[in-house]
């Protein structure tokens, strides 16, 4: 359920003239609650006019990752709870302790910065105040936890297709890397909480650099950003809602057909399809062409006449 600053922000997002008394009268409150709401939204940085005996006007949808504002821009199911923050470790820690409350699949945990957010085989994920977006959400799967590793692949599938509707040519670099011009846009990171050998919860992280101006000196061959790649600027809570109504998409259609079905739309999205490079695993590193990914998830790599299946590794691309 939407707060009801949230429900106040969704009416006023059509950008019309709303007098007290019908915002009051739509949402069951009285006028005078209307205005403390107003009041707030506009300390939290919302361009509101109020105009004397008309009523309340957004003028400006602020670049914010909260509740109200990701709520005005909301399509489905997903996010229906929001758990906000300004500043947190991790969306996925809370997340965790969420899941363990037994909330409902879909819940939403969304922060302006992340201090300690961590991407792939643990590194740290940069994130600076309010340019990007950071989130967890989650899932009850009704799946065998060797099923698990394929709702990785299946954001992956799902965000590149919402970033395409927007005409940015985004493509994924298996298994869990968001590519804009051969540099990293986006990350996901899945993880599980298990009772027996069935799927309790799965915490789906995923961060996406949206409106950064610069990626430190260190990154700045493998990292970048929408803007930096656009010159454009995004409203991340609208991407945000974009995003996740992909997601439920491609996560119903998963879980009623299989996962060939995201197969087929995640190898339209890969990065190095048909293309030699190198992998580096745990032991030693080995190269051939990629040939897409397998019904179970894993990178099919053919060397030397035969196509062999990987289940763990990282392509190499930069020189870090």
């Not at 879909?106 to 991407?119: D, H, N, P």
């Not at 260190?218 to 929408?226: D, F, G, Q, Y």
């Not at 992998?279 to 990629?290: E, H, I, K, P, T």
């Amino acid at each position: 359920m939407a707060s009801t600053r949230g429900r106040v922000l969704t009416l006023l997002q059509n950008g019309e003239v709303w007098s007290g008394q019908e915002l009051a009268r739509q949402l069951n409150i009285s006028r005078t609650a209307i205005w403390k709401h107003i009041e707030t939204l506009k300390q939290d940085g919302y361009e509101i006019h109020t105009i004397p005996r008309k009523g309340y006007q957004l003028i400006e949808q602020s670049d914010r990752l909260d509740e109200p504002a990701f709520v005005s821009f909301r399509k489905g199911r997903f996010g229906q709870t929001v758990h906000a923050y300004e500043q947190i470790d991790t969306t996925q820690r809370i997340a965790h302790e969420l899941a363990q409350q037994h909330v409902p699949e879909g819940t939403l945990v969304i922060s302006e910065e992340q201090t300690a957010g961590r991407g792939q085989l643990g590194r740290h994920w940069y994130n600076p105040k309010q340019v990007n977006i950071a989130a967890s959400i989650i899932l009850r799967p009704d799946l065998p936890i060797r099923d698990a590793s394929k709702l990785t692949l299946m954001a992956a599938s799902a965000f590149a297709r919402a970033l395409n509707h927007r005409h940015l040519d985004v493509t994924i670099k298996w298994p869990n890397d968001l590519l804009l011009n051969g540099k990293k846009i986006g990350g996901i990171l899945t993880e599980m909480q298990t009772e027996g050998d069935r799927i309790q919860a799965v915490i789906l992280g995923f961060g996406v650099n949206v409106n950064g101006e610069a990626v430190p000196q260190e990154l700045a061959h493998r990292a970048t950003s929408l803007y930096l790649e656009t010159g454009k600027r995004y409203r991340r809570s609208e991407l945000l809602a974009e995003l996740l109504a992909e997601l439920e998409i491609e996560y119903d259609r998963f879980l009623e057909a299989g996962f060939d079905s995201i197969r087929v739309n995640w190898m339209r999205h890969a990065a190095y399809l048909n293309e030699t490079i190198t992998l580096n695993a745990s032991r030693a590193s080995r190269s051939g062409v990629m040939r897409g990914i397998s019904e179970e998830g894993a990178l099919l790599l053919e060397a030397d006449g035969k196509i062999e299946t990987i289940y763990s590794a990282e392509i190499a691309v930069w020189n870090d």
